[in-house]
């Protein structure tokens, strides 16, 4: 086959000028019209046009979308999210989002570039070596997107044997383009979160000896898990305990009856995972009963590490310094070490042995100051064709080396 997206010509980005044009426009498109959680009605009827305009029949599935492209027994799963944050846009780019939501996270690049390996696979399809399969998935930040494509069988049909995903970064001292590729191990934390509803009695705020003020309560365990952060996991283990809602009190003068608190917990290790789980409850029990209130615990299960695998992502490594010479590092070689923020992938990374690329997407020397879910972040439009091209060359060339 002769086109203007051959794979295999050494000059992949002189002759991918057109589509990147053609990206920066989707993108654009994506980033005006943003929207959040399970159900994006629009994003996913846009995205699917798009890829019926290129002969490609996507199946809605879980919410998401999934096309599988090529044929033969083995098969690669490439994905990227869709979905944005409810938060106000204030980059002041000309195609600003038109609602109260933004791509805040580069999840437009990644709808964008999926799609532009659509496109590159479609072109090559004769000489794919197997099945790439694109998930395109929606409710990545409240992180439950992958677990419900996970669910409605993503994951079967073919069955995925591999799988990558990539995320944009900005705003860090790296130059514009590099590809992290990750060591194995997990690499992206544990997400999940604690609630606390803590029943004091409420009363005059001049008489608080006839009370009992749930926000002391809830004073007192917060900087007690605060202490269990710093005092009961070891040096080398590592976990992030942050409140981040109190709530409790509505006048200056009345002690309230009751108080509530949420935070995150952020772990790479399921066991110190579960100490915390089991730790917290503990605590605020204490805590209340200390001080004469009762508590509500509970643990809300949020996502698993994302675990890179040493094959898959060796593999991966050796296709891209092959395809982009000078262009790929690892991670802990740019100052970066494991993620501290999560990424619900890692519902997929449990089932199969997969990586997860970081595509950094402005330097913060050149006008990138700030990283994802800031309201001013800024994302380089410039990678766009280079992470279609990293999806497409990592799926065509590992199904060429496993499919004998
Ligand atoms: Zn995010
Ligand atoms: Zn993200």
């Given at each position: 086959m002769s086109n203007a997206f051959d794979i295999k010509e050494k000059n992949l980005f002189e002759t991918t000028t057109a589509l990147q044009d053609e990206l920066s426009d989707m993108r654009r498109q994506l980033h005006k019209n943003p929207e959040i959680g399970l159900e994006l009605p629009q994003t996913v009827a846009y995205v699917k046009n798009k890829l019926a305009d290129l002969g490609i029949e996507a199946e809605e599935v879980g919410g998401g979308l999934v096309v599988t492209i090529g044929s033969g027994e083995k098969c690669f799963l490439i994905r990227g999210d869709m979905d944005a944050l409810p938060i106000q846009e204030e980059s002041g780019v000309d195609f600003s989002s038109t609602n109260e939501n933004m791509h805040a996270c580069g999840h437009d690049?990644?709808?964008?570039?999926?799609?532009?390996?659509?496109?590159?696979?479609?072109?090559?399809?004769?000489?794919?070596?197997?099945?790439?399969k694109l998930m395109f998935q929606p409710g990545e930040e409240i992180l439950a997107g992958a677990k419900a494509m996970v669910e409605a069988g993503v994951l079967e049909n073919p069955t995925v044997d591999a799988g990558m995903m990539i995320h944009v970064f900005p705003g860090f001292?790296?130059?514009?383009?590099?590809?992290?590729?990750?060591?194995?191990?997990?690499?992206?934390?544990?997400?999940?979160?604690?609630?606390?509803?803590?029943?004091?009695?409420?009363?005059?705020?001049?008489?608080?000896?006839?009370?009992?003020?749930?926000?002391?309560?809830?004073?007192?365990?917060?900087?007690?898990l605060h202490n269990l952060e710093a005092r009961e996991i070891s040096m080398y283990d590592s976990a992030v305990i942050s409140t981040t809602i109190m709530n409790g009190g509505?006048?200056?003068?009345?002690?309230?009856?009751?108080?509530?608190?949420?935070?995150?917990?952020?772990?790479?290790?399921?066991?110190?995972?579960?100490?915390?789980?089991?730790?917290?409850?503990e605590i605020a029990e204490g805590v209340a009963q200390t001080f004469g209130g009762s508590v509500e615990a509970k643990i809300i299960i949020g996502c698993p590490t994302v675990e890179v695998d040493h094959e898959v992502?060796?593999?991966?490594?050796?296709?891209?310094?092959?395809?982009?010479?000078?262009?790929i590092a690892n991670p802990l070689e740019v100052g970066l070490n494991k993620l501290g923020g999560s990424e619900d992938f890692s519902y997929v990374t449990q089932e199969v042995p997969s990586s997860m690329l970081i595509l950094a997407a402005g330097h913060s020397d050149e006008g990138y100051l700030h990283s994802v879910h800031h309201p001013k972040v800024l994302f380089d439009e410039a990678v766009l064709s280079k992470g279609a091209a990293v999806y497409a060359v990592s799926a065509m060339e590992w199904l060429a080396q496993n499919s004998k």
């Open positions: 690049f990644h709808t964008t570039m999926l799609f532009g390996a659509a496109k590159l696979l479609k072109a090559n399809e004769d000489k794919l070596q197997g099945q790439v001292p790296i130059k514009s383009g590099t590809v992290l590729v990750p060591s194995a191990g997990p690499f992206a934390s544990t997400s999940d979160w604690f609630e606390i509803k803590i029943q004091g009695r409420g009363g005059h705020a001049a008489t608080p000896e006839v009370t009992v003020n749930p926000l002391t309560i809830m004073s007192h365990i917060h900087l007690a509505v006048v200056d003068n009345a002690i309230p009856d009751t108080a509530y608190m949420k935070g995150s917990i952020r772990t790479f290790d399921p066991a110190v995972r579960e100490y915390i789980f089991k730790r917290i409850p992502t060796e593999s991966l490594r050796t296709i891209l310094e092959a395809e982009f010479p000078g262009e």
